[in-house]
């Protein structure tokens, strides 16, 4: 599609902020208006938008897809979205260590430890560990609490949520990345840990490197979108 354009600004109006392509406003593709609640969100949209050449390539709005997700899909179906992520709490993959005696144990211990101790003393929580796969139940109360959270959560950190937790396998993980101020390459480090474990024993594959790196840039991504989101 060629561009259609010329000038790209933000306005704000009384339901939030909102992309101006030659003054006209956006919609998602499910027709909803595109209003976002931060301007800072807004001007990273319209650089998207500015950035495109003649012709408009569709694979680099990923903050605008983003944005339709969570207007689209989440923000009409908050119930749905946070019943999707509490599974990610039930099997937290910080909560599933290797056998005591196996180096990767320590490992596990050195770099899991202190994000895991970390979100239990944010969400007054308590996760409980095992090592080997056999699941073990979180503590009820551990679950409610941390749906409680979730569902004081808008539909825009939602959406970064669903990502972070599905590219970490773990809720814990998720929900310190859209902290203010979140260390996001020790928690991606934390995510990872096991991919990188294993590169380290049976070598690096440039394919599985390649992978990786897209997980990491979405990874980084989906909090960036939860912190331009975030009001000030």
Known sequence: MKRFYKSVTVAEDEAGWRVLLDGRSIKTPGGVPQRVPTRALAEALAQEWEAQGETIDASAFPLRD??????DAIAGGREDAVAGLLPYAETDTLCYRADPDEPL?????????PVLTRAEERFSVRFSRVSGI??????PETLATLRTELEALGPFPLAALRMLASL???????LLAIEPGADIPALWRAASLEEEWQAELWGRDAEAEDRRKERLEAFTLAARFASLACPA
Do not use: C, F, N
């Open 168 to 174: 970490s396998a773990s809720l814990s993980i998720a």
């Open 105 to 113: 144990h320590r490992r596990q211990i050195e770099i899991w430890e």
């Open 134 to 139: 056999v699941h073990k139940p979180q503590p």
């Open 66 to 71: 983003l944005t339709d997700y969570a207007l």
